[in-house]
């Protein structure tokens, strides 16, 4: 098993993350990722393209309260 993710980690990620990387955000294992997806209980937003999870990085980031706009800085203008 793989170590989870640091909050460091988490803010890197891209924009869209499958649902394993999702679970180690979040200290679930695969099996059970799977298995609340399917259920619909994931406890963050996921969407199903074709057969594959995948899961919005921002729903990731509200859930463990990581939102604080910290992303990149916004393009100077002139």
Request: proline letters at 10%; hydrophobic letters at 40%.
């Amino acid at each position: 098993m793989r170590a989870g993710l640091t909050p460091a980690e988490i803010r890197t990620l891209p924009a869209v993350v499958d649902l394993v990387t999702a679970g180690r955000a979040l200290g679930v294992g695969r099996t059970k990722c799977y298995e609340l997806a399917r259920a619909g209980r994931f406890p963050c937003p996921v969407l199903r393209v074709g057969r594959s999870y995948l899961v919005p990085t921002t729903g990731l980031l509200t859930l463990l309260g990581l939102d604080d706009g910290a992303g990149p800085p916004a393009p100077e203008s002139e």
